[in-house]
């Protein structure tokens, strides 16, 4: 009997022992899913910077598209290309799936223009305060840096928001000057010409290291503190 109990317990110790074993694979296991999860977030919120959304409209149609009306709301979503939308709080870069939301448009008293509510998806470019964006140096002043944002949006870094305590501007050579005037070669510009608007203007130089603001490649990641909407003319 004795015998018997022995080896009883000596299979719940290799057991006991398995389990043991067996539990730092599914710690491991579950610190890759936290990770995975916060890759996840991560790319979620960069992703926040362009949205798809479904918006409608009422719309005035001109009597040329009276025979097509949709051509005409094409048309007129057309014109709504890269101007920012206070409705839609951003830059509109597409549309698609225009659908009318009535079978039928109406004429009010003698105006021939044809009165439809339409929605449509809208691809727009709307980041908002608090996020990070990367944006490369345009030009450099001793007020602002001037950043292009996926080379079409323009941003702008006043001299209030640099560090001027660790920042200096070193202002760019003259017009005048033969040797970097106007007729100088830029053989140093790069091929949408920040470069050269960066060193013609001067540069934001770091006062213990020496780099310049953008480093060689000219990006800065920035955080969006507020936008202005242009005025639609």
């Not at 022995?6 to 006991?16: L, Q, S, T, Y």
């Not at 290309?81 to 039928?104: K, Q, W």
């Not at 005048?176 to 920040?194: H, L, R, T, V, W």
């Amino acid at each position: 009997m004795s015998q018997i109990v022995e080896k009883k317990a000596k299979k719940r110790k290799h057991a006991a022992a398995d389990i043991d074993e067996a539990e730092p694979s599914t710690k491991r296991h579950k610190k890759e899913k936290d990770r995975s999860k916060k890759r996840d977030k991560g790319k979620g919120k960069a992703s926040e910077e362009f949205r798809v959304v479904r918006a409608s409209m009422h719309i005035s149609i001109p009597p040329v598209f009276s025979n097509s009306l949709r051509s005409g709301a094409e048309e007129m979503l057309d014109s709504l290309l890269m101007r920012y939308i206070p409705a839609l709080h951003g830059v509109v870069l597409a549309h698609d799936n225009l659908e009318f939301l009535s079978s039928t448009a109406t004429l009010k008293a003698d105006c021939p223009f044809a009165n439809c509510q339409i929605a449509f998806d809208a691809t727009v470019w709307s980041p908002h305060i608090g996020m990070k964006l990367v944006g490369k140096v345009n030009l450099c002043s001793p007020d602002h840096v001037a950043l292009l944002v996926h080379r079409t949006f323009n941003v702008s870094i006043p001299r209030h928001h640099i560090p001027t305590d660790q920042w200096e501007f070193e202002y760019g050579p003259a017009d005048n000057d033969p040797e970097f005037g106007a007729d100088a070669p830029q053989d140093g510009a790069n091929s949408d010409g920040g470069t050269a608007n960066m060193e013609r203007g001067g540069r934001w130089v770091h006062g213990v290291t020496a780099a310049t603001l953008g480093g060689d490649d000219g990006y800065i990641e920035f955080t969006v503190v507020g936008y202005v909407a242009p005025s639609q003319s």
